[in-house]
Structures are given as structure tokens and as C-alpha cells.
């Protein structure tokens, strides 16, 4: 009988003993590595205190990697939720048929991996035999860098990334919408409601708690976003498109400095703990996604 | 105006449904295409001759069986491990009430705000001194632990009646074999619906793979093909076929298990 008190401990070793020595020490031990002029993993390194964390604003590329990653998302939230929110009024719409085969297709990009999705992209966008540029020389167009130009890489992966995620959305938007009562409409109806009053009166305020979910939930997917770029454009043309967890990257695995990387690498964890702290309290406040 | 309204959001629907799937339709009809079409000009968009060397040639040459090989243990394994720990961790915080059971449902799904992202450095040093890199250990274990499968299971087995488990300890059953015996059998849809998540997951990771591995004869599909596509001179009529065949387990899955995955969805983003 005294040994059932151990019992939901052994359950929770194996679970938690990976989570102490893969996660929860690595955060520690990063945080201490952040302390150290490390040319390497190995070797001689010195203790140095804060040195990194001064050091990280004046490296090369790395605010700038941060600026971009911050524009970046700021393009990249709005560009999924319009999309995601309008496929789900179509896909809720009773003028389309045929929805939950469309459904399905919407759906699939969300299942590829950032690898596929590059490549796919990358076939489509080529400059010399892409499909979009193919078209374009047929129609007599001029050709388009869309990967070779920085500011053209930059919205290309935009869209790349929209293109990825908003089917994904779309299914929770989808579940927003459908958990709407129908008395609302019902009665909006009587009262002679258009259309465009229903969803900017009931659909729209009744969808607060889905859209700020999505807005959280594609921040922090923007914001982490590393395999697409690295695949697609490998941070370029020049560093167009190298953003916070890549130069995290590159600091660390290519030049070398593991010191250096980690004091960035806390410095970006500080912004996702305080998206983190955002989500926590919004989803306190409102619980009614289910 | 009436009537217009549903051709226009039906032409809208189709206008989306091209610029969502073609991309993915014209990779899978240009691996089928011979490579002297693949960078004809003037461009062609359509092919006459479509055929299967360039996936023989692909599947021959190179290592890329290897590569499905390493993905396939990687993913299975990983999986079955996600499974089990998830369930087993998920049980103990649903069904029992002990010293610090809060603290560390909250610890583990706080470990959200600690993505690999963020500890890719010292995951590095750790696995270099557990002697995990380049290892399969080292790619299966260390993700599979997910805050987000734990949640799933306790939330899942919160709401199975606490009566079947006192009524089996009246029984003399062991706690062991009401883990087994009686809730393993009762959670079936969570353990689809992870295994389907973790599948994914595990299939299409890269950066973990990335920071892990590189010995090339460990390289998973997925960081074969980024690493390969990050050449200077990339050999599309290789890679197309690889990028077409590497999605296809991903999107059997998804089409035999669709309800699944939307399923888990909708749980997770209660959280």
C-alpha cells in the first residue's frame, strides 16, 4: 500500500526524465554557455559575463536579422489570417458544394514539410524554367527574379509561408465558425440583416477568441520560421532573407561561436517567453475555443 | 444580384483551390518529365513524353533508399516512444493526485516556450558528450517527449469516469494492469490521433535532424533534400522524383486519416 505512492512518479519518469536532460537542462546550460567566449563546443573557453550579450548588438547582421524577422511577421500575420478566415467563410458557405473534398485540399500544404514546401516553391519560382516564369515568357512578359532580388525573396516567402500554413488555420477558424449559434443568423434575419451586416455583427464578434488563437499561434510560427528559408533562398540573395533563428545558426555552426550564438539565442528566447506570457493570458481571459 | 453572389464565391473557391494545389500537382507531373523537357526552350508547359526514369534513375543512383530507410526507423521509433511515454505521463497526471503533480504538468508544458529553435546550441553540447550525434539514438529520443502529446492524453483521460478505476482496485487489479487492461484500451482516438501527429512530425522534421547529424549515411530524406537542394547546381530531374516520393507517406496518411488530424487540431488549440 505505501509503495501506491510512488506509483504515478514511475510513470512520469520516462516522460519527465527527457524533458529535465533534452530540454530543461539544455535551457540552463545555454544560458551558462552565454557566459563564455567558446570558439567551440570543446577547447579552452573563458569565463566573460555579460561580454556576449554587449557583443550580440554590435555583431554584424544580427539586429538586422531581428528587424527583418519582426517585419516579416508583421506581414506575415495579417497575410494568413485573411486567408485562413476567407476559406473558412467559403468553405462554410452553403453556396459551395463539394466543401469537404475542398476542405482537403486547402489542408494539404499544412501537411508537407518546410523542406517540400521550399522545393516546390523553389521548382515553381525558378528564373530560368519555373512554371510562373515559363508563363510569363509565354505570354511575352519579362521574367521575374522572384528569389534572386531581395525585396521580390522577401514577399515571395511571405506568400511561400501563407501558401503553407492557412489551410492549417483555416480548420480552426472553420471549428469557430460552425460552434456559432444558428439562432443569431435566425434572428438577424428577421430583422432584415445583409449579408455583409451578419458578418461584420455576429461572425466577426463571435470569432474574437478563434482569431486571437490565430493570431498567436501564427506569431509564434513566424517568428520561429528557419526551414523554408534556409531550404528555399539559404538566407539570401545577401541576408534578404536570413532571420533571427538562422543567424542563430550560422553564429553557431558556421562561424563557430557558441558563445556568442547562445547570448542571441536567450535574447530571442526573452521575446518568445513574453509571446508566450501573451498567449497564457489572453487564453486565461477567454476561454471559449473548445 | 442574387444569383451572382454564389458563381462568384464558387469562382473565388476555384481560383484558391489552383493556387493551393497546382504547385504540388505541377512537382508531381514534372518528375515524370524527361529532363530535356524539364529546361526546354522555349519553356513547355505541357509534355507529351511522360515517364518514370527519372524515379529509377533517382532511386538507383545515390543513396536515397538509405536516406527512406534512416526516415522510416526514425519515425516508427520515434513514434512508439512518443506513444507510450505521453500515455504513461498523461495517466499519472489525470488519475492521481500526489506531491507535485501540478508543478510538473506545469513545468512540462512550459517547456513550449523552450523550442529547439531556441536550445539548438546546447542540444549540440549534450548529445556531443552523450556521444548522440550522428546516432539514431540521438534523433529519436530527445523529441520524443512532446508537452503537446502529454496534454493531449491527460486531457483526453481527465474526462474518463474515475469509477472504472476504483471499481478494478476493488478487484485487487495492479495499478499496472489498470494502466494497461483498462485505460490503454479506452484510448484509442487520443492514441490515434498522436501517432498520427507524431508521424508527421517526425517524418518532416529538419532542423533536428540538421543539428544531429552529419554523417551522410544517416541523413534522413528530409535533410537529404535540403542539403542537397542547397547545392549550387541542383540536379532537378534527381530531386523531383526524391521530393515527390518523400511527401507521399504524408499524404496517404493524411487522406486514409483526415479526421484524425483535424481531430487533434481542434484538441489542441484548446490549449
Known amino acids: 500500500m505505501r509503495l501506491r505512492k510512488f506509483i504515478p512518479y514511475i510513470f512520469l519518469a520516462p516522460a519527465f526524465s527527457i524533458f529535465l536532460i533534452f530540454i530543461i537542462y539544455p535551457g540552463i546550460l545555454g544560458f551558462i554557455v552565454s557566459m563564455y567566449r567558446t ?16 557583443s550580440v548588438f554590435k555583431s554584424p547582421g544580427f539586429l538586422e536579422s531581428l528587424e527583418r524577422t519582426f517585419l516579416f511577421s508583421a506581414l506575415e500575420i495579417p497575410t494568413i489570417y485573411f486567408i485562413s478566415l476567407g476559406l473558412a467563410l467559403l468553405m462554410t458557405s452553403p453556396s459551395v458544394k463539394a466543401k469537404s473534398v475542398l476542405r482537403v485540399f486547402f489542408f494539404l500544404p499544412s501537411v508537407l514539410s518546410g ?158 517567453l513574453a509571446i508566450g506570457i501573451l498567449q497564457f493570458k489572453v487564453s486565461r481571459e477567454g476561454q471559449f475555443w473548445a | ?57 533517382a532511386w538507383s543512383s545515390g543513396d536515397f533508399p538509405l536516406y527512406f530507410m534512416n526516415s522510416a ?16 505521463a498523461g495517466f499519472a497526471l489525470a488519475k492521481y493526485k500526489f506531491f507535485g503533480g501540478n508543478v510538473i504538468f506545469w513545468t512540462m508544458l512550459a517547456t513550449l516556450m523552450l523550442p529547439l529553435q531556441v536550445i539548438m546550441i546546447p542540444i549540440f553540447i549534450i548529445l556531443k558528450n552523450f556521444h548522440m550525434l550522428n546516432s539514431y539514438l540521438g534523433l529519436i529520443i530527445p523529441p520524443s517527449a512532446t508537452p503537446t502529446g502529454i496534454f493531449l492524453v491527460r486531457q483526453y483521460l481527465v474526462s474518463l469516469p474515475n469509477e472504472l478505476i476504483e471499481f478494478a482496485r476493488i478487484d485487487g487489479a495492479s495499478e499496472w494492469r489498470i494502466f494497461w487492461s483498462i485505460i490503454i484500451p479506452l484510448s484509442t482516438p487520443v492514441i490515434a490521433t498522436l501517432t498520427i501527429f507524431s508521424i508527421m512530425w517526425r517524418w518532416n522534421d529538419f532542423l533536428w535532424p540538421l543539428i544531429v547529424i552529419s554523417n551522410e549515411k544517416l541523413y534522413t530524406v528530409q535533410l537529404a533534400l535540403g542539403m542537397f537542394s542547397g547545392q549550387h547546381t541542383i540536379n532537378w530531374s534527381g530531386l523531383l522524383p526524391m521530393t515527390v516520393l518523400s511527401m507521399l507517406p504524408i499524404v496517404v496518411v493524411f487522406i486514409a486519416f483526415q479526421r484524425l488530424f483535424i481531430r487533434g487540431i481542434y484538441a489542441g488549440s484548446v490549449k
Open chain 1, 39 to 54: 570558439p567551440y563546443s570543446f577547447g579552452p573557453s573563458t569565463f566573460v559575463g555579460f561580454n556576449n550579450y554587449f
Open chain 1, 115 to 272: 523542406v517540400i514546401t521550399a522545393l516546390i516553391w523553389d521548382w515553381m519560382l525558378n528564373y530560368d524554367f519555373g512554371f510562373v516564369n515559363n508563363l510569363f515568357t509565354i505570354l511575352g512578359l519579362k521574367n521575374l527574379p522572384f528569389l534572386l532580388n531581395p525585396n521580390y525573396a522577401f514577399i515571395s516567402l511571405v506568400l511561400i509561408m501563407s501558401w503553407a500554413v492557412s489551410g492549417f488555420f483555416m480548420v480552426i477558424f472553420i471549428a469557430g465558425i460552425q460552434s456559432i449559434p444558428t439562432e443569431l443568423y435566425e434572428a438577424a434575419e428577421i430583422d432584415g440583416a445583409s449579408t455583409f451586416e451578419k458578418f461584420a455583427f455576429i461572425t466577426l464578434p463571435m470569432l474574437k477568441p478563434t482569431s486571437i488563437l490565430v493570431v498567436i499561434l501564427s506569431t509564434i510560427q513566424s517568428m520561429q520560421l528557419f526551414d523554408i528559408p534556409f531550404v528555399l533562398t539559404g538566407g539570401g540573395p545577401g541576408e534578404a532573407t536570413t532571420f533571427a533563428v538562422e543567424k542563430v545558426y550560422n553564429t553557431a555552426f558556421i562561424n563557430l561561436n557558441m558563445g556568442l550564438a547562445s547570448a542571441m539565442s536567450f535574447i530571442l528566447f526573452l521575446i518568445f
Open chain 2, 1 to 57: 444580384m442574387k444569383k451572382l453572389k454564389p458563381i462568384f464565391l464558387n469562382i473565388l473557391t476555384y481560383v484558391l483551390l489552383f493556387v493551393f494545389f497546382f504547385p504540388i500537382f505541377w512537382l508531381v507531373l514534372s518528375s515524370f518529365k524527361p529532363s530535356y523537357d524539364l529546361y526546354a526552350y522555349p519553356p513547355k508547359l505541357l509534355s507529351t513524353n511522360l515517364t518514370f526514369e527519372n524515379y529509377v534513375n
Open chain 2, 73 to 88: 526507423i526514425v519515425t516508427i521509433s520515434s513514434t512508439v516512444l512518443t506513444v507510450a511515454i505521453s500515455m504513461m
